[in-house]
T-cell receptor, first 116, second 114 residues
Framework: AQKITQTQPGMFVQEKEAVTLDCTYD???????LFWYKQPSSGEMIFLIY??????QNATEGRYSLNFQKARKSANLVISASQLGDSAMYFC?????????????FGTGTLLAVQP | DGGITQSPKYLFRKEGQNVTLSCEQN?????MYWYRQDPGQGLRLIYY???????QKGDIAEGYSVSREKKESFPLTVTSAQKNPTAFYLC?????????????FGPGTRLTVT
């Protein structure tokens, strides 16, 4: 079965510091994609970053980077130089080929609070 | 601007009534999805559609129905058979089936049934 696990219900970080949000996944499919989304208090889901299972390098998008460790099945999100506007829920998600659909499977999320 | 619109943002209904949530996209995406989010939980897939006039059940389809008569529109009906309909509902779309296609989400509809 495919599964995403986010073990940190909540995190605090000081403004301008870096923070790592953990994500582990489980799948038997060799081909899969990993996504991170941000959900502010307003509710919309905002796509942040994508990592493919065959990508050789860790994905980066501005202040976001994905620490992809395939052997450990982890895909941690690193936010550098945290800003107050980064305070939100963060969800890790996976899409795998091989099932009836390549649907997105979400973790339970991590609530990040950036402190001034 | 291209995007996904959901209306209304807040919806209140009495128990036993059916209610339809709107989802429209102007991104020219083929695939559309409906998710449900409960407090403290991730998103769970209700229904999805990969092409017009075709849709499939997701993980929690019981008590819900959808239609896909136009590429741009994918309305969700929450029927009286849904035992616990109060939740936050998110609609999404993507270009298609490739792994790296991210899903774009609408602003969501918060449904309260009393």
């Amino acid at each position: 079965a495919q599964k995403i696990t986010q073990t940190q219900p909540g995190m605090f970080v000081q403004e301008k510091e870096a923070v790592t949000l953990d994500c582990t996944y489980d799948t038997s499919d060799p081909s899969y994609g990993l996504f991170w989304y941000k959900q502010p208090s307003s509710g919309e889901m905002i796509f942040l970053i994508y990592q493919g299972s065959y990508d050789q390098q860790n994905a980066t998008e501005g202040r976001y980077s994905l620490n992809f460790q395939k052997a450990r099945k982890s895909a941690n999100l690193v936010i550098s130089a945290s800003q107050l506007g980064d305070s939100a829920m963060y969800f890790c998600a996976m899409r795998a080929v091989g099932g009836a659909t390549n649907k997105l499977i979400f973790g339970t999320g991590t609530l990040l609070a950036v402190q001034p | 601007d291209g995007g996904i619109t959901q209306s209304p943002k807040y919806l209140f209904r009495k128990e036993g009534q059916n209610v339809t949530l709107s989802c429209e996209q102007n991104l020219n995406h083929d695939a559309m999805y409906w998710y449900r989010q409960d407090p403290g939980q991730g998103l769970r897939l209700i229904y999805y559609s990969q092409i017009v006039n075709d849709f499939q059940k997701g993980d929690i389809a019981e008590g819900y129905s959808v239609s896909r008569e136009k590429k741009e529109s994918f309305p969700l009906t929450v029927t009286s058979a849904q035992k616990n309909p109060t939740a936050f509902y998110l609609c999404a779309s993507s270009q298609g089936e490739r792994l790296y296609y991210e899903q774009y989400f609408g602003p969501g509809t918060r449904l309260t049934v009393t």
